[in-house]
């Protein structure tokens, strides 16, 4: 554990924004997201009522074109939020100016409102009661901004949900998407806070291997990246083997490959074509739970004999020729 928290630190200090948005490691995401429409289109219950499906019927040509829309709707649910590195809160010293020392016992604040400007840009300056005149911290200006252009559902102090107590109380419900998307809410991606309570939320999911509640959500891909960002990846490898998701397990590794090329398994590459030998090949060289996971993918192995033989005698009982039959 203290070598990873060693780890974490050095990969803070890393730009993941030009790896999270290259275009390989974006489809590997998107792939390993999985797209479940029955997750995706579920009814939430957002202080709203609810409102019952409606059915219709529809031609074949009605039918694929509302397949198409809902596709497109799904793109736009699963659309991951960014991962940025983490912003320095430094203030910028303009100017110092001696004769406005304790002219005023309070800080002053100089705001520009120009509507249409991108607040992230806006200009916003404090005038310190020695005479300093700096750029406002990112934490001043999340309270200032707000006050002439709030954002809905952003709230001008944190909400006490974040406090660490109660996130633990949430985390313990598995209600970890709820978390993730009020984070999106009330704070940028390179906020500190944010990256803190995104990273708890990863971690916990990991810990407890509850990675098919997150999964068809647009949080998925966003974790994905901080388990191989941080090289973290076996209990999601476990999980991926023991619910039989031999593909999304291979291209978890390719993804681990693209963003480590310098690993032992990416340099000594497998010269098998096999899915589950691939597989082997990176627990076996790059693992730290070599052991584990070598013995789930044998079982897997001899589970998939098993499964063919019985197929095999299925086909047999139904008089198959025995040319037909696929071992």
């Known amino acids: 554990m203290h070598n990873y928290h060693i780890i974490l630190e050095d990969l803070t200090e890393k730009d993941p924004a030009p790896v999270f948005f290259d275009q390989e490691v974006q489809t590997y995401l998107k792939k390993l997201t999985t797209l479940d429409y029955k997750k995706v289109f579920r009814i939430r219950k957002d202080g709203h009522e609810l409102e019952p499906p409606q059915y219709r019927f529809l031609t074949d040509e009605e039918l694929e074109k509302a397949k198409k829309v809902a596709e497109k709707r799904a793109e736009i649910y699963l659309q991951m939020p960014p991962v940025v590195k983490q912003r320095s809160d430094s203030s910028l010293l303009l100017c110092e100016d001696p004769g406005l020392q304790n002219y005023n016992a309070a800080k002053i604040v100089f705001t520009d409102i120009t509507y249409g400007i991108n607040n992230r840009k806006r200009f916003v300056v404090i005038r310190e009661p020695n005479g300093k005149l700096r750029h406002a911290t990112w934490q001043e200006r999340n309270r200032i901004i707000p006050i002439y252009f709030p954002n809905p559902g952003r709230e001008l102090?944190?909400?006490?949900?974040?406090?660490?107590?109660?996130?633990?109380?949430?985390?313990?419900?598995?209600?970890?998407?709820?978390?993730?998307?009020?984070?999106?809410?009330?704070?940028?991606?390179?906020?500190?806070?944010?990256?803190?309570?995104?990273?708890?939320?990863?971690?916990?999911?990991?810990?407890?291997?509850?990675?098919?509640?997150?999964?068809?959500?647009?949080?998925?891909?966003?974790?994905?990246?901080?388990?191989?960002?941080?090289?973290?990846?076996?209990?999601?490898?476990?999980?991926m083997i023991e619910s039989s998701r031999i593909k999304d397990a291979v291209l978890l590794i390719r993804l681990y490959h693209k963003i480590h090329p310098t690993s032992s398994s990416a340099i000594e590459q497998c010269s098998n074509s096999d899915d589950v030998e691939f597989i082997l090949h990176y627990v076996r060289l790059d693992s730290p739970k070599t052991g584990t996971l070598e013995k789930l993918l044998h079982s897997y192995k001899e589970l998939q004999q098993e499964l063919k033989i019985l197929e095999e005698g299925i086909k047999r009982a139904h008089g198959v020729p025995p040319e037909t039959i696929e071992v």
């Not at 996130?167 to 984070?183: G, V």
């Open 157 to 239: 102090q944190m909400p006490k949900m974040f406090e660490s107590e109660n996130l633990q109380s949430i985390l313990d419900r598995k209600e970890y998407e709820f978390i993730l998307d009020r984070a999106c809410v009330q704070f940028e991606p390179d906020d500190p806070k944010y990256q803190e309570i995104t990273r708890e939320v990863y971690e916990r999911v990991n810990l407890e291997r509850h990675f098919d509640v997150l999964r068809s959500t647009r949080h998925f891909g966003p974790m994905v990246f901080h388990l191989v960002w941080t090289s973290n990846i076996d209990n999601l490898l476990h999980e």
